[in-house]
């Protein structure tokens, strides 16, 4: 199972992604993290292995093969498959 967290600047464009992929099977997650400029292109990457039940680092085994399927890059928060749910709120007095 894949979970991944979103951060868009103020002007709408992705600026980080953060991603988990909890693997039962070698009993892992796999920590993702992209940084990207505001043209979508990535400026950094990082991946870190941690045991699922106690989130210290951990080597993956040698049989582990790597099944995530792509996380999706949403470069736009007018990108989203929920966009249309997005909407400026008035502002109060």
């Known amino acids: 199972m894949t979970v991944a967290h979103y951060c868009f600047r ?3 464009t992705l600026a980080e992604i953060n991603s988990d992929l909890d693997n039962f099977t070698y009993n892992l997650i ?5 940084v990207f400029d505001t043209k979508g292109r990535v400026l950094g990457f990082t991946e870190h292995f941690l045991d699922l039940e106690t989130a210290k680092p951990k080597k993956p085994d040698p049989e582990f093969v790597d099944v995530d399927v792509e996380t999706p890059r949403y470069l ?3 990108d989203l498959p929920f966009a249309s749910l ?3 709120t008035a502002t109060r007095p």
């Open 10 to 12: 103020a002007d709408g």
């Open 30 to 34: 796999a920590r993702r993290e992209w």
């Open 76 to 78: 736009r928060v007018t």
């Open 86 to 88: 997005l909407q400026k």
